[in-house]
């Protein structure tokens, strides 16, 4: 299937990943490579499929409404205010973090939950993501490389 789909599947399956479905857009990443598909591309589709998987996932925080959290979890206006303020001015390098597995995705909800910057909040998403698959296909290129 990979081989039909090329780099649309893993342009999905990144954007999935980034998603709150648990998915492993690693090992399709690692499979391309082993196929001897482009890694650059590769590495761009990965990465570019990741990166909007989580800015929809800071969207679907934006649109959730802090009264909730308020309601359903009980937490206080003024914590959530207090929240909000530690934040703010940081986005950038927290955002950077959205790329760790199963942390990652609640950072971007909440993230868009508090309504930050959105061009530091993506710039740095972007960064983080395009470095773990930089690193994470370096790391597959070495060991085909190593076992070949």
């Known amino acids: 299937m990979i081989n039909?789909?090329?780099?649309f599947a893993l342009f999905t399956t990144s954007f999935l990943a980034a998603t709150i479905l648990?998915?492993?857009?690693e090992l399709v990443l690692s499979s391309m490579l082993i196929?001897?598909?482009d890694p650059l591309i590769s590495l761009i589709s990965a990465t570019l499929g990741n990166w909007l998987g989580g800015l929809s996932s800071y969207w679907i925080g934006w649109l959730?409404?802090?009264?909730?959290?308020?309601?359903y979890l009980r937490i206080k206006p003024g914590k959530i205010e207090a929240f909000r303020n530690k934040i703010i001015?940081?986005?950038?390098?927290?955002?950077?973090?959205c790329w760790l597995p199963i942390v990652g995705d609640?950072?971007?909800?909440?993230l868009g939950l508090i309504?930050?910057?959105i061009i530091p909040t993506a710039i740095w998403m972007l960064i983080g993501k395009a470095a773990r698959y930089a690193i994470w296909?370096?790391?597959?290129?070495?060991?085909?490389?190593f076992f070949s």
Not at 4 to 7: N, R
Not at 22 to 25: E, R
Not at 64 to 71: A, D, F, P, Q
């Open 4 to 7: 039909e789909m090329g780099y």
């Open 22 to 25: 648990p998915f492993s857009s």
């Open 35 to 37: 196929a001897n598909f």
């Open 64 to 71: 959730g409404k802090w009264k909730w959290i308020e309601k």
């Open 89 to 97: 001015g940081k986005e950038g390098w927290i955002a950077f973090f």
């Open 106 to 110: 609640p950072i971007a909800v909440v």
């Open 115 to 117: 309504k930050t910057r």
């Open 137 to 145: 296909g370096y790391l597959t290129i070495k060991g085909i490389e």
